[in-house]
């Protein structure tokens, strides 16, 4: 055996080993999880034993159908083909990594690692993560914005105490002392790689429709879990109006870093519809559900999916 040859055998085993405990870890990580959040699980489970099976089937299949959209949004912001199987598969691990790691950090990692992967730059992957977030965005605010004027009244601005205030002026100060920094000429090298890619996506309509389409279609899907689940459990809100409430809890819930919104959402979601009228068992049988079907029952088979991912070198 020559040096090469030993060599690369010797750093194929290390690889192997590398790979087999970071698989190890992730089913450490999903035993633990189930384990730990188990009484929630069963809680939601025996509340909606009672509840109508059909409108759960419904929010099921649309929590199933968020993985695809996210996926259409993901290729939507690579001009390049991707793999289709893989990438639904790499969706349903990010979303899973999602919820063990905060602020988004999971997701990014997994579909960062991802697009390296189909031989995308890390420049260009982190430019595409940046594309889709920036559509999912705006996304998100034109549906708040549509369905705030189906329901007029629904919404109140929030009153912005002096410390919001005080830190958007020191964000407006940062930004204008950021060009005279070391720091910006990447940070414009960065803006304008990104810049160049939303160019390239919206140069071909069907990358662009893949883009937009995907990201209104994640969030109303979410939305749509919601709604079959307040049905099922006969919460006396209107589609439109629950709707909206997501839409709305969710985006504050997402300025607080918890993994996956979790404990931040639960309570932004529950209070909202209690404040609108629903009863507070009713509420948190909702939230209960929604949690149910888009995080508890799809965690470990998604740190699973994870898990042989990175066994066969996909992540």
Known sequence: MTAPA??????????AYWQSACCLALL????YVARHHWPTVETGAVRLAVADQGW???????AVATWASSALAQQGAVPRRLPGGRLVAAQFAASAANHVLPAGLGAGAVNLRFLMRCGLPAGRA???LAVKATAGVVARGALIA??????????HLPRVPAVACAAGLA???????????????RCRRALRAVLADIRAVHAKPPRAAALWGGSLAFAALHSLVLIAVTQAVELPLSPLRV??????????????????GIGSLDAALAFALTVNGAPGAAAASAVLGYRLLTVWLPLVPGLLVLGVLMRRNAL
Request: charged residues 5%.
């Open 146 to 155: 549509a369905l705030a004027a189906a329901c007029p009244g629904l919404l």
């Open 243 to 260: 709707a909206l409430l997501y839409l709305a809890a969710s985006s504050a819930a997402a300025l607080l870093p918890t993994p996956g």
């Open 171 to 185: 964000a407006l100060a940062l930004l204008a002392v950021l060009p005279r920094t070391p720091l910006w000429p």
């Open 6 to 15: 030993g060599l690369a055998t010797t750093r194929g085993r290390r690889r």
């Open 28 to 31: 450490l990580v999903a035993a």
């Open 126 to 128: 982190a430019s595409a």
């Open 56 to 62: 759960l089937l419904v929010g099921a299949t649309a």
